[in-house]
């Protein structure tokens, strides 16, 4: 990530994390917990974990013993079917809620791969059971689930009948919007995903991708250099995803 906004929104270095200090502390636990409280909850529910590059976070089929927020860095999520197909489903980045998905069965259901060295927050549910702040957690984690449920359901309702150029532009404006959330700018980042990866997660074929983007820089939507992407007309590109006549 690049062009920080403000030196109090960077992200303190792997491995020395503590959820009094930590910048993204409201995703994990309510506003109105004090520091003492969140140093009691971080010491008996909390575990920090860096994954490397290409490494897995957990397989599908393992059990699922606590949910992940992402401290830091990038995760791709794979669905792989009987046949040997392989179909990325999400991209995962700071403040990210990862591992829901293994909540209700105990067992997860996707692979989930690092696309960076990236730092997680392990978060158990039974240890939380013994905090004394259960009730204002449970509620919490409620409304962190109900929220990463409501991104997912919009973002597939955005790409479900959508043509090659507004699943680019959707895909841009989704992860512009989620980088200027974290204080970084909308306007210029960098896909950590390859291609293919991106091709995948969108439904499309790698020629359509480098198609579609040659076509928004030509447009003057955007500008391009190697992974890093700089949206030069973000309104326009907006616009691509209302307008059914083009691609």
Known sequence: MINPKSKSHQIPALGKIRCDECPIQNVCFPKELSPEELKEIGSVSVKHRIVHEGDYLFHAGEKCHAFYVVHSGFFKSIKRFYNGYEQVIGFQMNSDVIGMDGMASNLHSTDVVALETSEVCLIDPASIDSVPTLKKLHRHFDQVFSREIIRLQNMALLLGGMNAHQKMAAFLINLSKRFERLNYSR?????????????????????????????????????????????????????????THLG
């Open 187 to 243: 306007n210029e980042f960098y896909l950590r995903m390859t291609r293919v990866e991106l091709a995948s997660y969108l439904g499309l074929t790698n020629a359509t991708i480098s198609r579609t983007l040659t076509v928004f820089k030509t447009m003057g939507l955007i500008k391009t250099n190697g992974r890093k992407i700089v949206i030069s007309d973000y309104e326009k590109l907006l616009s691509i995803i209302l307008d």
